[in-house]
């Protein structure tokens, strides 16, 4: 069973590049989530979505933006990196306010 | 808006119990309960849901006290494979947006 697959799993970028990371689920999960960890902190939300065609910020959404065209797939898009923009990101789903799945993880160096 | 944890950590040894706390101002009508190992994804421990039973997993149990809008965690007997940082999230009722709490690293020691 695949899950939540999220590539790439490492990527080092140079200060205002852009790049998409991607992420599929393959349980017909209707919510998905974007989240960025820091070096020993908590998860933080980035954007969310209820289903495509639909999506919403959460705490720390400035710097990216993310689109949901099918029920599978929730890219995030980082425009223009920053340092700061360095984290682990993690894309994770649910079918509904149960149990989340979470992806392996994309850990972006901005440099 | 985020749920807050404390403590933020706590070192135990084998045997030992511990709690976790997760208090959020706004309603709660559900926390869920999650733990990360180190360079790991975060897996699902467990739910509360307003009006259900207290859970459980292995001998890691939780309860929901919807009136003081808080859930505990509790640690009991606790084992090697328990190190990790343990996050509450608290789900929005209307739209399910997911928020975490910043965590609480919790160290189990032979």
């Known amino acids: 069973n695949a899950g939540v697959t999220q590539t790439p799993k490492f990527r080092i970028l140079k200060i205002g590049q852009s790049m998409t990371l991607q992420c599929a689920q393959d349980?017909?999960?209707?919510?998905m989530y974007w989240y960025r960890q820091d070096p020993g902190m908590g998860l933080k939300l980035i954007y969310y979505?209820?289903?495509?065609?639909?999506?919403d910020k959460g705490e720390v959404p400035n710097g990216y933006n993310v689109s949901r065209s099918t029920t599978e797939d929730f890219p995030l898009r980082l425009e223009l990196a920053a340092p700061s923009q360095t984290s682990v990101y993690f894309c994770a789903s649910s079918l509904t306010p149960t149990e989340a799945f979470f992806g392996q993880g994309t850990r972006l160096t901005v440099v | 808006q985020q749920p807050v944890q404390s403590p933020q950590a706590v070192i135990l040894r084998e045997g030992e119990d511990a709690v976790i706390n997760c208090s959020s101002s706004?309603?709660?009508?559900?926390v869920h309960w999650y733990r990360q190992k180190h360079g790991e994804a975060p897996v699902f421990l467990m739910i509360l849901l307003k009006g259900g039973e207290q859970m459980r997993h292995e001998k890691i149990s939780a309860s929901f006290n919807e009136k003081k809008q808080q859930s505990s965690l509790y640690l009991t007997a606790s084992q090697l494979s328990y190190s990790g940082t343990y996050f509450c999230g608290t789900p929005r009722a209307h739209d399910y947006k997911l928020s975490f709490g910043a965590g609480t690293t919790v160290t189990v020691r032979a």
């Open positions: 979505s209820v289903g495509a065609g639909i999506t």
């Open positions: 706004k309603a709660l009508y559900s």
């Open positions: 349980m017909n999960h209707n919510y």
